[in-house]
């Protein structure tokens, strides 16, 4: 939940180091607290992203999903989300058999993320309920997280994320880096490495599509 993570990181202590992937270009300047939880009762690791861009307006921003977008500095309460609880503005993850879905303990169908890194979709993120026929150019598969040092960030295809401002609510919108610096139009991107943060009490939610 947001009050965890805000928790996690006023924990930390100050330190620089570099973040992985390369191709990110993102830079953490505070040394994290390690945490490691496997939810119990749900049979998969869920957790929470955090954005790391030093000197940016989008480093320690949490993940949020709303309207088939993973976001980045979206305003708590506007994530508009189905919850068992208060899910403190944050989206909560697990990645199984490569795929990145955004966690749901009830019946029916789970959300999945989708990347589209052909020509028209130049590394655009979106989700869907799960089984649903996704688009054209669409990859579901290819999601993990890499461990660097006593930290682990979330990578799709050994690329990294990226951010570009003007988003829903002023939030920074998110894709997969594949090389274009103003993927879909969009101007003053930023690369980022997406923090993996293992959440302890995660919230079942459905987001908005």
């Known amino acids: 939940m947001r009050f965890a993570v805000l928790g996690f990181l006023l924990a930390a202590s100050a330190s620089s180091v570099s973040a992985l992937p390369a191709s990110s270009a993102a830079a953490d300047d505070s040394q994290y607290l390690e945490t490691r939880a496997t939810t119990s009762g749900c049979g998969v690791d869920a957790f929470n992203l955090v954005s790391l861009r030093s000197g940016s307006p989008i480093h320690q921003g949490s993940f949020s999903a709303s309207k088939s977008a993973l976001l980045v500095n979206l305003p708590k309460g506007k994530q508009a989300a189905t919850c068992d609880g208060n899910p403190g503005g944050v989206a909560t993850f697990f990645i199984k058999d490569g795929g990145l879905y955004l ?19 130049q590394g655009v993120l979106g989700y869907m309920d ?9 990859e579901l598969q290819g999601w993990k997280s890499v461990k660097n040092g006593d930290r682990s960030y979330l990578t799709f295809k050994d690329s990294g994320l990226l951010a570009c401002p003007g988003s829903l609510d002023k939030s920074w919108r998110v894709w997969v880096d594949i090389g274009i610096q103003s993927p879909g139009g969009n101007k003053n991107c930023l690369g980022l490495s997406a923090m993996v943060l293992p959440s302890e009490d995660p919230v079942s939610c459905r987001y908005t599509r």
């Not at 966690?103 to 589209?116: E, L, S, T």
């Not at 799960?130 to 669409?138: D, F, K, L, S, W």
């Open 103 to 121: 966690y749901h303990a009830g019946k029916g169908k789970k959300q999945q993320v989708f990347v589209d890194r052909s020509g028209m979709g």
């Open 130 to 138: 799960e089984g649903q026929t996704p688009p054209r150019y669409a």
